[in-house]
T-cell receptor
């Protein structure tokens, strides 16, 4: 199993450009998440999904959109890139287990710079 | 507001030595507490997960403790190795386990 994969690994965008960060998991997990990690800060949840066709906002959703058409894929869309969106983006997935453990497995991250 | 605070912010130790990282949290309702290891340029990897009824949990040379009364946790690393150099992140979950509050991490460097 590849686990959680993310593409691209690095990207530089100009202000106002748009792009889609790809995330795929092969563990048949129902839950998927997008986080951003800024220097010196804890990870912040952007959006999450509890299953195909269901998405919900996290703590910092402004400027982003998501879709979940399949169990495997959970792309994150930036429509009008801004310098404040310069960050490292992590996708994660989990399978709901008893006791609420639902351990989250993270992808390797996408480092995005907006200039 | 849910918060997770970690100390120290950074730590340098010699290979073979032990160290303890601290985590204090104010998260409600509490579901479980996790410690993650994040190597530079990689995603976080889970080390331990503990519910309020678990006081101690080990994963090889990593031992996590939890005091749910004082809302404190620690991660003890025994006989450190160069490969232990990483950021260690304390994460507390609430609301059934899906809502996570992340600490800012302790940056550990192990030197020869």
């Amino acid at each position: 199993n590849a686990g959680v994969t993310q593409t691209p690994k690095f990207r530089i965008l100009k202000i106002g450009q748009s792009m889609t960060l790809q995330c795929t998991q092969d563990m048949n997990h129902n839950y998927m998440y997008w986080y951003r990690q800024d220097p010196g800060m804890g990870l912040k949840l952007i959006y999450y999904s509890v299953g195909a066709g269901i998405t919900d906002k996290g703590e910092v959703p402004n400027g982003y959109n998501v879709s979940r058409s399949t169990t495997e894929d959970f792309p994150l869309r930036l429509e009008l890139a801004a310098p404040s969106q310069t960050s490292v983006y992590f996708c994660a997935s989990s399978h709901r287990t008893s006791g609420g453990y639902n351990e989250q497995f993270f992808g390797p991250g996408t480092r995005l710079t907006v200039l | 507001k849910n918060q997770v605070e970690q100390s120290p912010q950074s730590l340098i130790i010699l290979e073979g030595k032990n160290c303890t990282l601290q985590c204090n949290y104010t998260v409600s309702p509490f579901s479980n507490l996790r410690w993650y290891k994040q190597d530079t340029g990689r995603g976080p990897v889970s080390l331990t997960i503990m519910t309020f009824s678990e006081n101690t949990k080990s994963n090889g040379r990593y031992t996590a403790t939890l005091d749910a009364d004082t809302k404190q946790s620690s991660l003890h690393i025994t006989a450190s190795q160069l490969s232990d150099s990483a950021s260690y992140i304390c994460v507390v979950s609430s609301g059934g386990g899906n809502k996570l509050t992340f600490g800012t991490g302790t940056q550990l460097k192990v030197e020869l």
